[in-house]
């Protein structure tokens, strides 16, 4: 199971020896909406969204890249699907190369049930609703 941020943001901090408020005083940046110390306080309780510029802010503070953070992998996806972030060509470019990884995925699902489901005999076939059933 995937470790949400404020979790892993902990873990983090303890094994580095620093304290939440120390790490986030240093991943405040003035010019950065969202990265104060009070706004990664509310994100670690819940009451606001996490953003992918905190991430950012609070990886450099702990000395990692930012994708230790499963959320901001999520968040950098969303954005390459964003035709207001990447434009509408490159947004449809990526919800194509996701539309194949799926179609592949399905494929080798759909294989690996069939691999997996016991052999019919030949004159086995799946039964036929009655009357009463198809009406």
């Known amino acids: 199971m995937a470790e949400p941020f404020p979790d892993r943001l902990k873990r983090l ?9 120390r790490v986030g005083l240093a991943a405040y940046d003035p010019n950065i909406e969202g990265t104060s110390l009070a706004n990664l ?3 670690i309780r819940g009451q606001r969204p996490l953003n992918a510029a ?6 450099a503070a702990l000395g990692v890249p930012a994708t230790e953070f499963p959320e ?14 990447v ?5 449809l470019d990526q ?31 799946p039964a036929r609703p009655s009357n009463h059933e198809a009406g």
Do not use: F, N
């Open 13 to 21: 901090a303890h094994e580095r020896g620093e304290s939440i408020e």
């Open 41 to 43: 306080r509310k994100v």
């Open 54 to 59: 905190l991430i950012e802010r609070v990886a």
């Open 72 to 85: 901001y992998r999520l968040a950098l996806a969303r954005d390459s699907l964003d035709e207001r972030v």
């Open 87 to 91: 434009g509408l060509e490159a947004a």
């Open 95 to 125: 919800l194509t190369l996701i539309d194949s990884a799926l179609a592949r995925g399905h494929g080798r699902r759909a294989a690996e049930r069939e691999q997996s489901s016991p052999p019919r005999l030949q004159g086995d076939r």
